[in-house]
C-alpha cells in the first residue's frame, strides 16, 4: 500500500456520488472550524443485565412472541420479536385508492426486532467475530423467510441505530428488520444507476469503485504552474480488507466517518452469501466499528444493509448491483441548507478521515 500524502489544505468542492449522480457532497474542510453544537456522545449503558429491560435475556415475557431465536437450543444469544410499534404490518387489510394526483398504497409488511445480544450493554466491536458471524446468519435466514412468507413484499431492509439520535429508542443493543411492499428510493436508484454503468461499461460499478481502491493511483498537477494538485494512491480509501471483504471511505463520503463494506467478489443479493464466508464479514465489520470507536468513541450511528429487490427483476440486475453494509456515524446535525438543498455537507476530509481510521493499531 502506498504512503499517503495528508492535504493540509483546506477543501472546499462537490463531490459526486459515482453509484448515484443526483447524490452529491459538499466537502468543506474550512465549516469544521465554525462555532457549532456537535451531536453529544450516546451514554454508554455497559451493563450486562438490567432487570428491567425487555430485550435482557430472562425477560422474555416483557416482548411480543418470539419469532426465532439464535442458537435454536439452550440459552439464546440472538432472539427475533415483532415490533411493538411497527411501521408496517400485516395485522389488518387495508386497500390502496387513488383520487386525482393523490394516491396510496396498502402499508403492508412486516417490522420486526432482532435483539443482537443477550448482554444489555454490549457493543459491536466488543462482540466475538463468532457471534457477529451468527448475526449476519440471522440476517440472512430472516430476510429469506420473508421473502417466501408473501410474494407482494419487494424489499427487506435490516438496519442498526444506535443513540437517541439516530433513532435507537432502547439501550439494549439491537437491529431492525422491516419488510414492505415497495423498494425504497434510494435502494431503487442505486439499482438503475448502476444497470445504466452497466449497460454502458459492461462492468460492476462497486466492483470498479473497488478496484480502484486496490489499485489505482495519479498525480493531478496545475496546468499553468506544474505544481501538484492532488496525488490519488493506492489503498487510499481503504479502512480494512478481510480475504472476502473490504471496508471503504467512499470518496463522496455523506457523513464525516462513513464507511461501507462489501464483498470482494461481485455479489448482488445478500442472500447468496455462502456460510463459510460469515466468519470473514464479521471480522471486518469488528474490526471496523473498533477503528470507529477508538476514532469517535461512543458516537451515535446507524448502518444498514442494502441488497439487490426481489421485486421480480432481480436477475436483471444480477450482474450489475453489489450489496453493501453502509455504516454512518452521527456527528453533526443537519442544518437548514442540507435539508433544503438535499445536499449532504462534510467538513472532514474524506482522504484524512480514512488515514486516521486506518492508523488505528488493533
Known amino acids: 500500500m502506498s504512503e499517503i500524502q495528508a492535504d493540509t489544505q483546506d477543501v472546499r468542492e462537490i463531490r459526486i456520488n459515482p453509484i448515484v449522480p443526483s447524490e452529491s457532497v459538499l466537502v468543506a474542510t ?104 451468527g448475526l449476519f446468519g440471522v440476517y440472512q435466514t430472516r430476510m429469506r423467510q420473508l421473502f417466501e412468507s408473501d410474494e407482494r413484499l419487494k424489499y427487506v431492509l435490516i438496519f442498526k441505530n444506535f443513540g437517541p439520535a439516530a433513532g435507537a429508542s432502547i439501550p439494549h443493543t439491537h437491529s431492525q428488520v422491516i419488510a414492505m411492499p415497495v423498494v425504497p428510493v434510494n435502494v431503487d436508484a442505486e439499482v438503475k444507476n448502476s444497470a445504466a454503468h452497466y449497460d454502458k461499461h459492461h462492468h460492476c460499478i462497486f466492483c470498479a469503485l473497488i478496484d480502484e481502491a486496490l489499485t489505482f493511483e495519479a498525480t493531478i498537477y496545475d496546468r499553468a504552474s506544474g505544481a501538484v494538485r492532488r496525488k490519488i494512491n493506492v489503498g487510499q480509501y481503504v479502512v480494512e480488507r478481510g480475504e472476502k471483504f473490504i471496508a471503504i471511505k467512499p470518496f463522496a463520503s455523506r457523513y464525516e466517518w462513513e464507511v461501507h463494506i462489501m464483498p470482494l467478489a461481485h455479489q448482488a443479493d445478500f442472500l447468496d452469501l455462502r456460510a463459510e464466508d460469515l466468519p470473514d464479514l464479521a471480522r471486518v465489520l469488528k474490526r471496523t466499528m473498533a477503528r470507529l470507536d477508538a476514532v469517535i468513541g461512543g458516537a451515535q450511528y446507524n448502518f444498514f444493509l442494502h441488497t439487490v429487490p426481489h421485486d421480480g427483476q432481480q436477475g436483471a440486475h444480477a450482474h450489475s448491483y ?26 472532514i476530509n474524506p482522504e484524512q478521515a480514512a488515514e486516521r481510521l486506518r492508523a488505528i493499531a488493533l
Request: hydrophobic share 35%; proline share 7%.
Open 30 to 133: 474550512a465549516r469544521s472550524m465554525r462555532p457549532k453544537k456537535a451531536e453529544e456522545l450516546a451514554p454508554r449503558d455497559t451493563r450486562k443485565h438490567v432487570e428491567t429491560c425487555p430485550f435482557c435475556r430472562g425477560n422474555e415475557h416483557k416482548t411480543p412472541p418470539q419469532i426465532m431465536a439464535w442458537p435454536g437450543a439452550g440459552d439464546w444469544d440472538i432472539r427475533i420479536v415483532e415490533n411493538l410499534y411497527p411501521v408496517l404490518g400485516d395485522d389488518r387489510a387495508q386497500a390502496g385508492f387513488n383520487f386525482g394526483l393523490q394516491q396510496t398504497i396498502d402499508g403492508y409488511g412486516r417490522h420486526e426486532v432482532i435483539i443482537d445480544h443477550h448482554e444489555h450493554g454490549i457493543a459491536v466491536h466488543e462482540m466475538s467475530e463468532s457471534h457477529l458471524a
Open 322 to 347: 453489489h450489496w453493501h453494509l453502509e455504516i454512518c456515524p452521527r456527528t453533526s446535525i443537519p442544518t437548514g441548507f442540507e435539508l433544503g438543498s438535499g445536499l449532504f455537507v462534510n467538513t
